[in-house]
Nanobody, 122 residues
Framework: QVQLVESGGGLVQAGGSLRLSCAAS????????MAWFRQAPGKEREFVAH????????YYAGSVRGRFAISRDNAKNTVYLQMNSLKPEDTAVYYC???????????????WGQGTQVTVSS
């Protein structure tokens, strides 16, 4: 019953930074594990990062570990993805997702945003 809306995407040069936001409504995000996924054209949706209910644990895909940081503000019902040292291969539509389990598979998440485009130029 939660609705998710991503924002903050755009065009950035390699090495730059973006901060994505995911605003939730309809249900407190404290009830959910929150995650970010991404999908590039012609590729399957892939896991990027997730954060548990109380932000006591996070996990990142190896491709982004050390460059991206997921965070959540349950009071604001918002999840963030800080993306630093961006690379062209980070170009994708980024999706916010909410689920009940601390796992990485897309089919284990129940709710999805519409996505926001991130394009990293060389």
């Amino acid at each position: 019953q939660v609705q998710l809306v991503e924002s903050g995407g755009g065009l950035v040069q390699a090495g730059g930074s973006l901060r994505l936001s995911c605003a939730a409504s309809g249900s407190p995000i404290s009830n959910y594990v929150m995650a970010w996924f991404r999908q590039a054209p012609g590729k399957e949706r892939e896991f990027v990062a997730h954060i548990n209910w109380r932000a006591t644990a996070t996990y990142y895909a190896g491709s982004v570990r050390g460059r991206f940081a997921i965070s959540r503000d349950n009071a604001k019902n918002t999840v963030y993805l800080q993306m630093n040292s961006l690379k062209p291969e980070d170009t994708a539509v980024y999706y916010c997702a909410a689920g009940r389990l601390y796992l990485v598979a897309p089919n284990l998440y129940d709710y999805w945003g519409q996505g926001t485009q991130v394009t990293v130029s060389s």
